[in-house]
């Protein structure tokens, strides 16, 4: 319902809108104005709004509605300025900028003595204005007409009664009584003959006299009675004398405002400080040539202390920004920038510094690029991780391709800085990509400093890419024939030992390391074994933690007598060698029978040998198949095999020769001598033991046979054991000697019917001479 009937309000009322909502009221003494704080309902912004109440107060609505006139007539920097005026038949609405009583200052005695000065300064140049160049008498100069703005400039208001004596009829005439207590800062002449009387009197003599309460009142805190007037209490020494002229009580000899400040600003006067120097240099300083410019900057960190707070803020702070931005201020204006910047607070520094510098990083001057990353550590708590990720960052790494070599340098260390405000994806994608460019620079301090951001980094990067990147670049830095590049590798891969992955510090890092170990330079080789010592002491404490094996344990013979397989260690002997020994010690351990020394081999007359037998040609080794037959003797088995007569091609053919580079690699020792060894522990021979071949076929001893006959040479002539005549059988193959004869006549025999065949493994008495022998020696 309440909202219903403002709405019906609203609409039937005539009143023009004022676009600006009131806020708190501010107490102020000796005006007709209530002062409350405001904010611009369109775009937030702060302002004051002063508020005159007609049906209140009606009989000074004729300086309500002057001081209105005056303000937006008025254009001068010491005014106070006036952004929008409401008037209705029951109040008066004001909205100007946001301004303080300079009262409440004054009274707690917060202003220092040269901020005191600068103020009084400005007022003193705001009333020359008024009284010389527009003519007109303020006639309303006191401490409450004073304010204070957002930037800590002096603005000057309280126009009720200004008028212009240029008008025969003007309103100060007729309405100078009517101001909050006029009596007590009514001149002399005023106070004796009224108001009229300033028309026989010079034009500034009004304002000089209130002028100087001001001064008093300015370093005094209040005025109280008449009676102090004249009084130098607080007052600075270098002011007496002016300060006593604008006081006198004739008002032809008066001192003028104009002049008091023309005075103050001579050689060692009152107003030659360097607070209103540099207040009046910072207007032109975009048109300062440089000397001048670093002049003034000097001046300016020497009185940053005298400086109102908010002066740096609102005042300085955007004349400096502005002449970086386009009147050529460079970096020594931006350190400045940067001082004046520690003293806003987060609110101001978002509104005020993040879209210049923002902007700044996109302005292709080299100097401004580096000072911007010099100055990055002052900056990057006041800026956002959105600002830098998304604002700063992608206009920053255009300094990694610069072709000035600081560029580059100082935009990797920058990386530092900003690398908390960056996502995962961009520090793991692109600023990965350009650190990869530099880490090949042709400079090789900015190789250098390439490895030393990527070891401060290393914590902020991917699990999966911090494996792949960091021991690749590292390592590759290793390499670099800088010899501090060399050493800052080293100092990253210790400072990372603790991010590294096992494997890779086993597999990858230490290999690396050891060419370190012994380089040229002492700085090196004693690094590399500082960081060589950390990743051995870690890989062998995770080495301790490891278990003895990785396979199953070991199992012995099993239940149903299965033996362990061959190659499996059955023991805990020591050495490297451990599991061979144990192996053929088992293999040893399951054959059964003996084994002959040479001394003790079996030797066959010519009447024993079977007619089966092939001949042997080389007596180095046994054929293939003496070999088949020596494992069976030796294994002391009897296998049943039917009779084979070998076919005559394999009777006078040659066996294979061995290929002797196997033997060449393992030595000269022969196989003989090796049985020998083994027999020596061996019990005596088992006694004679039937063999049956079963008549089975060495095929493969044949198929070798016959391929060494085809490819082997015959012997040159001389050389070729003498031989009986040759004689033609059946089969068409030539025999030799006596044995060959007793082969031929068995040939021509009918097969015998299969019968079991007995070797003789006696000790032959004498050697044999004929070929056969040497088949088993």
């Not at 009224?194 to 209040?222: M, Q």
């Not at 048109?287 to 670093?294: I, N, T, V």
């Not at 999966?464 to 590798?489: C, E, I, Y």
Request: with cysteine; proline share 7%.
């Amino acid at each position: 319902m309440d909202f219903l009937k403002s709405a019906v309000a609203s609409a039937i009322s005539k009143d023009p809108p004022f676009p600006y909502k009131f806020g708190d009221r501010l107490t102020v003494d000796q005006s007709i104005w209530a002062l409350h704080n405001g904010m611009k309902r369109e775009d937030g912004s702060d302002c004051s709004i002063f508020a005159f109440d007609i049906t209140a107060d009606r009989s000074r609505l004729p300086l309500a509605r002057n001081a209105v006139r005056k303000m937006r007539t008025l254009r001068h920097p010491g005014v106070i300025r006036v952004y929008d005026t409401v008037e209705t038949e029951t109040y008066i609405y004001v909205a100007t900028e946001r301004v303080t009583p300079l009262a409440w200052s004054a009274r707690r005695k917060s202003l220092s003595a040269e901020t005191s000065k600068w103020g009084l300064f400005t007022i003193a140049n705001t009333l020359s204005f008024i009284n010389d160049e527009a003519s007109s008498i303020h006639g309303n100069i006191r401490l409450s007409s004073v304010y204070i703005s957002q930037s800590g400039e002096w603005r000057l208001g309280g126009f009720e009664v200004l008028s212009s004596m240029k008008d025969d009829d003007a309103l100060i005439y007729r309405h100078g009584s009517f101001t909050p207590e006029s009596g007590g800062y009514a001149p002399p002449e005023i106070a004796k003959s009224g108001w009229d009387t300033i028309k026989r009197h010079p034009l500034s003599a009004v304002d000089s006299y209130d002028f100087g309460i001001l001064v008093f009142e300015d370093f005094n805190g209040c005025f109280i009675t008449s009676d102090q007037i004249g009084q130098t209490k607080n007052v600075p020494p270098s002011m007496y004398q002016s300060y006593k002229r604008l006081l006198n009580a004739n008002p032809k000899a008066r001192l003028s405002v104009s002049h008091f400040r023309d005075q103050g600003r001579r050689s060692g006067g009152f107003f030659e400080t360097p607070l209103i120097k540099l207040s009046e240099g910072l207007e032109s300083l975009g048109l300062k040539s440089d000397g001048e410019r670093e002049e003034f900057l000097r001046e300016l960190d020497e009185a940053s202390e005298d400086f109102p707070e908010e002066f740096f803020c609102v005042k300085v702070l955007p004349e400096l920004l502005k002449s970086i931005e386009f009147g050529g201020g460079g970096p020594k204006v931006f350190a400045s920038v940067m001082n004046i910047g520690k003293k806003l607070s987060e609110e101001d520094w978002e509104s005020r510094l993040t879209p210049v510098v923002v902007r700044l990083f996109s302005n292709p001057d080299r100097a401004i690029r580096v000072c911007l990353v010099d100055n990055l550590p002052n900056m990057i708590d006041h800026l956002s991780q959105k600002v830098v990720n998304d604002k700063i960052f992608p206009q920053m790494v255009t300094g990694f391709t610069d072709v000035a070599p600081l560029v580059r340098e100082q935009t990797v260390k920058a990386v530092l800085i900003v690398i908390t405000k960056l996502s995962d994806r961009t520090i793991n994608g692109e600023l990965l990509k350009h650190l990869a460019k530099t880490s090949n620079d042709e400079q090789p301090g900015i190789r250098t400093n390439t490895t030393i951001c990527l070891g401060k980094i290393a914590r902020n990067l991917g699990t999966n890419t911090r494996q792949k990147v960091l021991v690749a670049a590292f390592a590759r830095s290793l390499r670099d024939p800088f010899v501090h590049a060399r050493n800052a590798a080293l100092l990253a891969l210790a400072a990372t030992s603790a991010l590294c992955n096992v494997d890779d510090g086993a597999g990858k890092i230490l290999p690396a390391l050891c060419p370190s170990l012994i380089d040229r330079e002492k700085l090196v080789r004693d690094q590399a074994n500082k960081c060589f010592d950390v990743y051995l002491q870690r890989i062998r404490k995770y080495g301790n933690s490891l278990p003895d094996t990785a396979l199953p344990p070991p199992t012995t013979t099993s239940a149903n007598g299965a033996v362990p397989r061959m190659g499996t260690p059955q023991n805990d002997n020591a050495g490297w060698a451990g599991w061979a020994i144990s192996s053929f010690t088992n293999k040893l351990a399951t054959a059964s029978g003996d084994m002959q020394s040479k001394a003790a081999k079996p030797q066959l007359s010519k009447n024993d040998r079977s007619s089966f037998i092939p001949p042997a040609a080389d007596s180095s080794r046994p054929s293939a198949y003496a070999s088949t037959l020596h494992q069976q003797a030796v294994t002391g088995t009897s296998t049943p095999a039917p009779t084979w007569t070998p076919p005559p091609e394999q009777l006078f053919s040659t066996p294979p020769e061995d290929d002797e580079e196997i033997d060449d690699a393992w030595g000269e020792m022969a196989e003989d001598d090796f049985f020998d060894a083994i027999s020596e522990h061996k019990p005596p021979l088992a006694p004679p033991v039937s063999f049956d071949d079963g008549g089975e076929p060495d095929f493969e001893g044949w198929l070798n046979a016959q391929a060494q006959a085809k490819s082997k040479a015959p012997l040159p002539k001389g050389l070729a054991k003498p031989s009986a005549p040759a004689r033609t059988t059946t089969t068409g193959s030539v025999g030799s000697g006596a044995g060959a004869k007793k082969l031929a006549s068995t040939i021509a025999k009918p097969k015998p019917p299969p019968a079991t065949k007995t070797i003789n493994t006696k000790p032959k008495e004498a050697a044999a001479d004929d070929d056969w022998g040497d088949a088993w020696d």
